[in-house]
Structure formats: C-alpha cells, structure tokens
T-cell receptor, first 112, second 114 residues
C-alpha cells in the first residue's frame, strides 16, 4: 500500500550542528519527493524537492538525497540556526491516484 | 496574489452540527486537496480533485463530503460533526492533473468539536 515512514519524530541539535531526517516509501513507482517545513501555527511550505532522475539536490544549507533502489530519501541541514526549528515533513508522490502521501513529521529543535 | 485562501480560520461546533469549510485558489491550478493534521499523524489526505468535475477519496474520507464548485473553489463538508473530527484542516492546490509538482497550502482551519 501507500506508505511513507519518517524518522526521527523529534530531533534536538546545537546551533551550528547538522541535522538529518530520513524517510522510506513503499511504492517503487514514486518519482517525486518534496520536503515541507511547518512553523508553529503556520502552513506547510515547500523547502526543497527531488525527482527520481536525480540522486542529490542542494540549495544553500539544505540538501536532499534519494536512493531509489532502497526506496529512501533524506533531508540534510548543515550549520543549523535557531530559525530552522520547525516540523519537517517528507512526502512521496504516488502516480496511481495522483496524490502525495506524507510522513508523520519530525520536530526539529535547534538550541542556541 | 493570495494563493490558497481558507475560511473560516477557527470554528467551534457541537457534536452533530454540520458545516462547510471553504477553499479558493487564484493560481489557475487544476488540482485541489483537503488534508487534516493531527499531532503525530502528519498530513492525511481526506479528498482530492485532480481536475474540475472530478473528486476522489483519500486516506481518511469517512464523515466528509466535498464539492468542486468550479476551477477555483473546493469545499469540504462535515454533515454530522464528531469529536474525532477535531483537527486542523488544510486545503492545497497544484498545477495538476496527474503531475508531480509542489502543492501550495492555505493557512488552515482550526476546528474544535465539543
């Protein structure tokens, strides 16, 4: 079935450290994997996405890697800052039905 | 340029009451979605509309109905509200249909059912 597992559920790091969040998906036909950031009381906002023809994508301090064989993808945040504190969601696009399935979310806390 | 607009922002209902959550987008998107967000559960898809004139069930459709009124508007109706439907509801849209493009979210409706 359609399923996205996300780990860890909470993550606490010191300012300046790196943070890594991992997701696995169930459908080998998935070909699009976005990541969303949600600050407290706000809407989810897209921060980076990757398509299946690419193994890695970077945007300043944020990078995403994709391993299609293992069906997992990861978000990497380097040089974390307090404003990175938020809940992060991964998602996988399932062609059958044309919909995104989201992971359960990771609450990231960056301590000054 | 509002993007995705949801109304109301907050609502308190009594068990058994009905209400309709409204969503409108001004990005000329074809696809629209309704999610609910509960602590520790992520975003779960309730219903979606891949294009004007079509609607489909998502992961958790029971207790809800939807209407794709036109290309811009997609409403979610609770016919007989239950406490288990207390949640934050998000509407989203994407260029669609059947694409793998980012979804844009509204600000959400915080719904409490007593």
């Amino acid at each position: 079935g359609e399923n996205v597992e996300q780990h860890p559920s909470t993550l606490s790091v010191q300012e300046g450290d790196s943070a890594v969040i991992k997701c696995t998906y169930s459908d080998s036909a998935s070909n699009y994997f976005p990541w969303y950031k949600q600050e407290l009381g706000k809407r989810p906002q897209l921060i980076i996405d990757i398509r299946s023809n690419v193994g890695e994508k970077k945007d300043q301090r944020i990078a995403v890697t994709l391993n299609k064989t293992a069906k997992h993808f990861s978000l990497h945040i380097t040089e974390t800052q307090p404003e990175d504190s938020a809940v992060y969601f991964c998602a996988a696009y399932y062609n059958q039905g044309g919909k995104l399935i989201f992971g359960q979310g990771t609450e990231l806390s960056v301590k000054p | 340029n509002a993007g995705v607009t949801q109304t109301p922002k907050f609502q308190v209902l009594k068990t058994g009451q009905s209400m309709t959550l409204q969503c409108a987008q001004d990005m000329n998107h074809n696809s629209m979605y309704w999610y609910r967000q509960d602590p520790g559960m992520g975003l779960r898809l309730i219903y979606y509309s891949a294009s004007e004139g079509t609607t489909d069930k998502g992961e958790v459709p029971n207790g809800y109905n939807v209407s794709r009124l036109n290309k811009r508007e997609f409403s979610l109706r609770l016919e007989s509200a239950a406490p288990s439907q207390t949640s934050v509801y998000f509407c989203a849209s994407s260029p669609g249909p059947w694409d793998n493009q980012p979804q844009h979210f509204g600000d959400g409706t915080r719904l409490s059912i007593l």
